[in-house]
C-alpha cells in the first residue's frame, strides 16, 4: 500500500500569512493526489484534485503544486474562516490512503 | 443538486453486525465509483472500501476485509456497507463519498458506536 507522510501534524499561523503543507508518497503516485479541508462536525470538503487543480467555487487562495512523490498545498493569505484540518489523499491505486491530517490553528 | 444521506448507524455490541445505506441523488448514480470513508473519534480519515460502477470490482482496506461488504443498488440509487464481526476499533462516523478520482462529494456521515 502506498504510504502518504503528511507535515507538519500541527500549526499555527497569523491571519494573513502564508501557509505551506507538505505531503510525500512512499512512490511515484503522479499527479493523483488530493487536498481535502475538514472543519470541526463536518464532511471534508474537496479543494484540490489531481495536485494542482483548483476545485470550482474554492477561493484561488488555495493552491496545490507537486508530482511524483513531493507535493505541496499552500494558502497564500490565511484567512479566520480556513481554521480547519486538512488532509492529502492518494488515488494512483484503487487502495486509497490518506495523509495524517495538519490541524491549523490562528496564532 | 448532488446530495448523499447516510443512514443505518448506532451503537452495537463487539461481533454484532450493521447495515449502513448511503441514499444518492441529483447525479447518475450508476456512472460512479462509489465509496465508504470513516473517522474515528478525534483522528483522521481512513478510506474502508470502493466499488465499481456495475459492481463488478470492489476494493477494501486491509483492517475490514473479510468482515465487511460494499454493494450498491443502481435501481435504488444506494450504496450498502454491510459490517460484521464488528470491533471496538470499527468505532468511527462512516462517510458515503461519490468518485470522481477525487472525493468529490460526500454524505453527512453516520456513527457507527461499537461497545458492550
Excluded at chain 1, 25 to 47: F, M, V
Excluded at chain 2, 10 to 21: C, E, T, W
Aim: proline share 4%.
Amino acid at each position: 500500500d502506498i504510504q502518504m507522510t503528511q507535515s507538519p501534524s500541527s500549526l499555527s499561523a497569523s491571519v494573513g500569512d502564508r501557509v505551506t503543507i507538505t505531503c510525500q508518497a512512499s512512490q511515484d503516485i503522479s499527479n493523483y493526489l488530493n487536498w481535502y479541508q475538514q472543519k470541526p462536525g463536518k464532511a471534508p470538503k474537496l479543494l484540490i484534485y489531481d495536485a494542482s487543480n483548483l476545485e470550482t467555487g474554492v477561493p484561488s487562495r488555495f493552491s496545490g503544486s507537486g508530482s511524483g512523490t513531493d507535493f505541496t498545498f499552500t494558502i497564500s493569505s490565511l484567512q479566520p474562516e480556513d481554521i480547519a484540518t486538512y488532509y492529502c489523499q492518494q488515488y494512483d491505486n484503487p487502495l486509497i490512503t490518506f495523509g495524517q491530517g495538519t490541524r491549523l490553528e490562528i496564532k | 443538486e448532488v446530495q448523499l444521506v447516510e443512514s443505518g448507524g448506532g451503537l452495537v455490541q463487539p461481533g454484532g453486525s450493521l447495515r449502513l445505506s448511503c441514499a444518492a441523488s441529483g447525479f447518475t448514480f450508476s456512472s460512479y465509483w462509489m465509496s465508504w470513508v470513516r473517522q474515528a473519534p478525534g483522528k483522521g480519515l481512513e478510506w474502508v472500501a470502493n466499488i465499481k460502477q456495475d459492481g463488478s470490482e470492489k476494493y477494501y482496506v486491509d483492517s475490514v476485509k473479510g468482515r465487511f461488504t460494499i454493494s450498491r443498488d443502481n435501481a435504488k440509487n444506494s450504496l450498502y456497507l454491510q459490517m460484521n464481526s464488528l470491533r471496538a476499533e470499527d468505532t468511527a462516523v462512516y462517510y458515503c463519498a461519490r468518485v470522481a478520482g477525487a472525493f468529490d462529494y460526500w454524505g453527512q456521515g453516520t456513527l457507527v458506536t461499537v461497545s458492550s
